[in-house]
Nanobody, 116 residues
Framework: QVQVAESGGGLVQPGGSLRLSCAAS????????MGWYRQAPGKQRDLVAT???????NYADSVKGRFTISRDNAKNTVYLQMNSLKPEDMAVYYC??????????WGQGTQVTVSS
């Protein structure tokens, strides 16, 4: 069982920045694929960004150039730096840890509110 916990959400004005953190348990963290999804009220959960165990990344088109995903394997933590935030980025952000093709673990989510 892998424990996943997000932090760093909050209220930010449009155009502002936030950094989300996600800590995952386990001694094999460096082998996990990690990522972020988000879910706005009444909408499906959508992929935001992924960082693979080898360090490669991919992003949803809607966040490319504004969001950056990174990882610190020594701290068992993945980050999502979010810049130039827009009202449409407002959602609950969920972190996941994929430890193999059959096992994926989720955090509880952290709320990001973008409003003036």
């Amino acid at each position: 069982q892998v424990q996943v916990a997000e932090s760093g959400g909050g209220l930010v004005q449009p155009g502002g920045s936030l950094r989300l953190s996600c800590a995952a348990s386990g001694s094999a963290f460096s082998a996990y694929d990690m990522g972020w999804y988000r879910q706005a009220p009444g909408k499906q959960r959508d992929l935001v960004a992924t960082i693979f165990s080898g360090g490669s990344t991919n992003y949803a088109d809607s966040v490319k150039g504004r969001f950056t995903i990174s990882r610190d394997n020594a701290k068992n933590t993945v980050y999502l730096q979010m810049n130039s935030l827009k009202p449409e980025d407002m959602a609950v952000y969920y972190c996941y840890a994929k430890i193999n093709p059959w096992s994926q673990y989720w955090g509880q989510g952290t709320q990001v509110t973008v409003s003036s």
